[in-house]
């Protein structure tokens, strides 16, 4: 079975709290330590993976954030999808060969540009359809709807945009920062697998909670690094002392 088929299993006939938990490596250090911890895949967070190279979330060149995958999928053995935010305004055919060349085996794409507009939904479900038209099963689609963070948050809005998406050939559906209580209503009206956001604070739901609630797979954005970051922070607190 190929890396991307393994992914693709991940995600499929899993029982309810029981979602696919992705944890997000932002180096080859952080990858190799998930990865022996035993997680059967990992997903990388653009925000955190700009930390870690000195840029601000949104911010990082695309032959930075290429050449960062790249250094994670071979420190690993385990399928890799990379979160390349808006497409860095690549088109379909040149990112899919981009995130092949990295060793990624699916990607996570958002729905809205500069200065946090969200697109056309008909538009962005073009782009969506040419990236899996040109990535030739090759590549598992994760669609980021960001109603929420950007748009009115209303859910049916999401909905509407996820239903073009899945249309499109979107593999999983993404609605970043719904709030937990609107999981059920997302879990009936999008058709695949549904990802949602966890935090690490303790400030929420846990994973399986998640699951019950209809998330088929949980991410957790740069909340590793930013955890990592400050258990730095304290330690350097202490050799100061």
Known sequence: M?????FRALHLRRAQGDPLILPGPWDAASARALAEAGFP???TPS???AASLGYADGATPAGEMF???????RAVDVPVSADVEGGYGLA?????ERLLEAGAVGCNVEDSGDGGVLKDPHEHAEYLAEIRSAAAGLLFL?????????GDGDPERAIERAALYV???????????AATGLLPLLRAGIEGPLNALARLDGDGPSPAAL???????????????????????EASKALMS
Not at 217 to 227: A, I, S
């Open 2 to 6: 190929s890396k991307v088929d393994e």
């Open 47 to 49: 925000a955190g993976v």
């Open 41 to 43: 895949a990992l997903a």
């Open 142 to 150: 994760n669609a980021r709807v960001d109603t929420f963070v950007h």
């Open 211 to 233: 699951g019950g609630l209809g998330a088929t797979r949980v991410t957790f954005g740069p909340g590793l690094q930013r955890r990592a970051t400050s258990a730095v922070r």
């Open 92 to 96: 379909p055919k040149e990112l899919v």
């Open 167 to 177: 249309a499109a050939g979107a593999d999983c559906i993404y609605p970043i920062l």
């Open 67 to 73: 050449a960062a995958v790249a250094r994670i999928t």
